[in-house]
């Protein structure tokens, strides 16, 4: 299974950034698509999550209302549209997918990361 992240890079507090999770299609179609995030220093952390039928979306309490996570069904992307960042939001992020409907810290997939420096 390939998850292949994407879109990190440098921004001040205040900006936006928007991540991509490519993955086939059979992934895309079926499976819940998670981003999650490690700090320096910290543990991983649950960002989002959405389910393969995009029904529902679920939302860490630190990013609620700021980030979306979205499927796109056109390029097999599942994103993660971030606006006002903070510096606390810089990690480095992950893209990961299970088979299951529940939303697990477990994932059965993970892509590699993508670092994200927000700056104040």
């Known amino acids: 299974v390939q998850l292949q992240a994407s879109g990190g890079g440098s921004v001040q507090a205040g900006g936006s950034l928007r991540l991509s999770c490519a993955t086939s299609?059979?992934?895309?179609?079926?499976?819940?698509m998670l981003w999650f995030r490690q700090a320096p220093g910290k543990e991983r952390e649950f960002v989002a999550a959405?389910?393969?039928?995009?029904?529902?979306?679920y939302y860490a309490d630190s990013v609620r209302g700021r980030f979306t996570i979205s499927r796109n069904s056109a390029k097999n992307t599942v994103d993660l549209q971030m606006s006002s960042l903070k510096p606390e939001d810089t990690a480095v992020y992950y893209c990961?997918?299970?088979?299951?409907?529940?939303?697990?810290?477990?994932?059965?997939?993970w892509g590699q990361g993508t670092l994200v420096t927000v700056s104040s």
């Open positions: 299609e059979r992934i895309f179609s079926s499976y819940t």
């Open positions: 990961a997918a299970d088979p299951r409907t529940i939303i697990t810290a477990n994932p059965r997939y």
């Open positions: 959405i389910r393969w039928s995009a029904s529902s979306t």
